[in-house]
């Protein structure tokens, strides 16, 4: 069992959806981090969290210590939005482990 | 401020070469990460460094090490490439240490091995 695991593998949405992925993990963490990745490859951190709930104009993610388990939530769903969004967990100085990512696609 | 630059962007090896990324990161940036991202094994750690020093490392076999200089640009070397280590490298630098301040990745250098 990965220790990083996300759900769903793939979402297709119509544009203005509300859209959420799911990431828990079993090991006990001090960040989790949501990347974005466009096709082509350049990867952009979204969020960085340790607790509660952050949002960064239509994304909002949201972690439970308790439960291991974080959502990122995409309101008002863009096609620019496709992409894939990959969960990743770091403990204190070890090593980042990373889910298998969510593969996105918004259409019009 | 210009972003994280990696360079080259695109490189073709063959089985058995060596081959050196370079990783620029941002300025005033202190750390930089280095990742691999595989279609089978999705994105791995490969290691981190903070002041020129190691600090950690995934688990990949010796071929694979790095160095940062004294202004903070990083490089990775794999020597005696497989065809495996075909891959995208990716680099990302932070102001502080990885798990404290927020990462800012490069555009990667996508390695083919022949």
């Known amino acids: 069992k990965n220790e990083v695991e996300q759900s769903p593998q793939n979402l297709t949405a119509q544009e203005g959806e509300f859209i959420t992925i799911n990431c828990s993990y079993s090991?006990?963490?001090?960040?989790l981090h949501w990347l974005q990745q466009h096709p082509g490859g350049g990867i952009v951190s979204l969020f960085m969290?340790?607790?509660g709930k952050k949002k960064h104009g239509r994304l909002i993610a949201t972690i439970n210590i308790q439960e291991k388990h974080s959502s990122l939530h995409i309101t008002a769903s863009h096609p620019r939005d496709s992409a894939v969004y990959i969960c990743?967990?770091?403990?204190?100085?070890?090593?980042?482990?990373f889910g298998t990512g969510t593969r996105l696609q918004v259409f019009p | 401020k210009a972003g994280v630059t990696q360079t080259p962007r695109y490189l073709i090896k063959t089985r058995g070469q060596q081959v050196t990324l370079s990783c620029s990161p941002i300025?005033?940036?202190?750390?930089v990460s280095w990742y691999q991202q595989t279609p089978g094994q999705g994105l791995q750690f490969l290691f981190e460094?903070?002041?020129?020093?190691?600090?950690n490392k995934g688990n990949f076999p010796g071929r694979f090490s790095g160095r940062q200089f004294s202004n903070s640009r990083s490089e990775m070397n794999v020597s005696t490439l497989e065809l495996g280590d075909s891959a995208l490298y990716l680099c990302?630098?932070?102001?502080?240490?990885?798990?404290?301040?927020?990462?800012?990745f490069g555009p990667g250098t996508r390695l083919t091995v022949t």
């Open positions: 990302a630098s932070s102001l502080g240490v990885r798990e404290r301040y927020e990462q800012y």
């Open positions: 090991v006990g963490i001090s960040a």
């Open positions: 969290l340790s607790s």
């Open positions: 990743a967990v770091g403990r204190n100085t070890d090593k980042l482990i």
């Open positions: 300025s005033g940036h202190r750390s």
């Open positions: 460094y903070f002041s020129e020093t190691q600090r």
